[in-house]
């Protein structure tokens, strides 16, 4: 009886495509929720709504993407959990650009899919990030797995999906990424020029000098270096750095934007580093030539290394 009615609990506000496909997914959960139960492994079991929410922000944001709506569908109800923001795609394509304008902490994603197949997506991943990536694959796609594992991919779930299995493996991944040291190492320390941010230590040096910014600052200047040429809008810069609706967004951002100009550039004015893009937003500079570096350091010694 508990069973029934924490599935139909699972089920009330779901849509699956076809009665047959909605029936092998029933049945799948079913078997699954049972083993699950009998194994002791409910309380992790976060592929369905009877654990507690909790009511607050989402930690981990995790990318499913699949060609086949119904694999998403269920992937969403087997990782509903209030600790997870769940995304969607269904290509390549559509992943690589959540990726890229997405925090992304954890990538689900099948093999074969079209207009960009998993393994190539998962290449372009990696050129610019260590996310985690899980593949789903058919039993049959041995050497798929074999290729996938060998460029990139950290771990891979055979289908049919297993709930408990899914919620085991991404909590395993989640772990290694965020919590024993294994996240972006390419990103523990950027650089825009002359400015240098060391995320490990959480300090700037500014050609070799340390600069003392507030948490605040110091967040936005990080999400901008970490996208050098990317402009963000006071409402995105708002939205990632304090987490909140972006009431009031342009004034607060560009008041953190002039401190941390008047910290960082030589001119405030007329910034090297930290640029705006009229009627759009603001972008980290890409990495300054030989010669504009030369041009940069002179600037400075004619000032007496004043900012």
């Not at 769940?86 to 899919?113: C, P, T």
């Not at 504009?292 to 007496?304: F, N, P, V, Y």
Request: glycine fraction near 8%; charged fraction near 30%; aromatic fraction near 8%.
């Amino acid at each position: 009886m508990l069973i029934a009615v924490l599935l139909e609990w699972v089920h009330e506000d779901y849509d699956f495509h076809t009665a047959d496909r909605r029936n092998i997914l029933w049945e799948n959960e079913q078997k699954y929720l049972v083993d699950g139960l009998q194994s002791g492994l409910a309380a992790s079991f976060t592929g369905v709504k009877y654990l507690l929410r909790e009511g607050h922000a989402a930690m981990y944001n995790i990318l499913i993407c699949d060609d086949e709506r119904d694999i998403v569908n269920a992937l969403k109800i087997y990782l509903n959990d209030a600790n997870y923001a769940l995304f969607e795609a269904f290509d390549g394509r559509e992943a690589l650009k959540i990726v890229e304008e997405q925090d992304i902490h954890l990538v689900l994603m099948d093999i074969m899919m079209p207009q960009m197949d998993g393994i190539e997506a998962m290449v372009k991943i990696r050129e610019r990030s260590n996310v985690p990536v899980i593949l789903l694959t058919a039993k049959s796609e041995d050497a798929d797995k074999i290729l996938g594992l060998t460029v990139g991919a950290d771990d891979y779930i055979t289908k049919p999906l297993n709930p408990v299995e899914v919620s085991a493996r991404v909590r395993s991944q989640l772990r290694r990424y965020m919590q024993l040291g294994a996240g972006n190492v390419r990103q523990e320390v950027l650089r825009c020029g002359g400015i240098e941010l060391d995320d490990t230590e959480k300090k700037v040096l500014l050609d070799g000098e340390e600069v003392a910014l507030t948490p605040t600052e110091y967040e936005i200047l990080k999400l901008l270096m970490q996208h050098p040429g990317k402009v963000f809008s006071p409402k995105e810069i708002y939205q990632k750095i304090w987490n909140d609706l972006p009431y009031g967004s342009e004034n607060t951002v560009a008041v953190h934007i002039r401190h941390i100009r008047e910290k960082l550039e030589i001119n405030p004015a007329e910034p090297r580093y930290l640029k705006v893009v009229w009627g759009q937003g603001y972008k980290c500079e890409k990495t300054e030539g030989k010669d504009e570096k030369e041009g940069r350091m002179a600037e400075r010694r004619g000032m007496g290394g004043v900012r």
